[in-house]
């Protein structure tokens, strides 16, 4: 890694890890802090972090570290923000902590009903070898920095590991998702994101 881009992620680890904590207790109400920015974020996510919109992922369940990551690096330039990129901007660092907490704490997205039905054995000949269940959990319900994948929408599970192979996308995990992703062709990125877009 270049030395400027060490420096950033270093830095941006100095802003996650003091919020390392365990979070909240699930709550129903969003914290008073971030009850006006979330309006904006239901448009895109969803009221309940569920989302409604193709592109757009699911964010309730996410782990809480792993969300804050997603929206520093969106904030601060280690991940193009796209679409989020005004909202993301007026985000404090206060916000970021409570969304991060606020979000762990929704129920997640049911797995989905649609979609092909991808045999498990097909699905765990491409997932096992590259041991993506030791990261994400054996239930793909993710754990601190590392995403919850169980119940995400099958489009932005496609587009993300994309991005990974494309190497549009670095995050943290220092480069696991981009290695992993390389050797995976499009129809495998399609079962593995219609296999885990169902899995409860
Ligand atoms: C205009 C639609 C839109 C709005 C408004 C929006 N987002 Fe997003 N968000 C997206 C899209 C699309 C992506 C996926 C970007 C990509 O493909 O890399 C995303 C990605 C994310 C991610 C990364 C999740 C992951 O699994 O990688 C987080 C976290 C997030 N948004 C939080 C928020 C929060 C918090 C707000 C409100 C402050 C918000 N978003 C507002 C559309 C939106
Ligand atoms: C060494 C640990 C590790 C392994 C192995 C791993 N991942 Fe990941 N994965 C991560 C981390 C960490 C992230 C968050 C990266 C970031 O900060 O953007 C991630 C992110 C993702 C995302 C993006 C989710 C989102 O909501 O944005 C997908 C999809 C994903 N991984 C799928 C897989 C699949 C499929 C495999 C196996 C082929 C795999 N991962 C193997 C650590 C791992």
Known sequence: MPAKARFLFAAMIA????WALPSAARAADPPAGIKSVLQTCVACHGSKGISPMV?????AGQPNIFT???LVFMRDGGRKPGVMSAVVKTLTDDHIRELG???ESLAPPPPAKTGPAVEEAKAMA????RHCDNCHKEDFSGQGETARLAGQRADYLVK???DFRGAERRGRGLGAMMEVSATLKDEDIQTIAAYLARKP
């Open 101 to 103: 907490a606020y979000y």
């Open 126 to 129: 491409l997932i096992k070898p």
């Open 68 to 70: 804050q990551y997603q």
């Open 160 to 162: 993300s590991m994309k």
């Open 15 to 18: 802003v996650v890890l003091p």
């Open 55 to 59: 592109g757009s992922p699911s964010l």
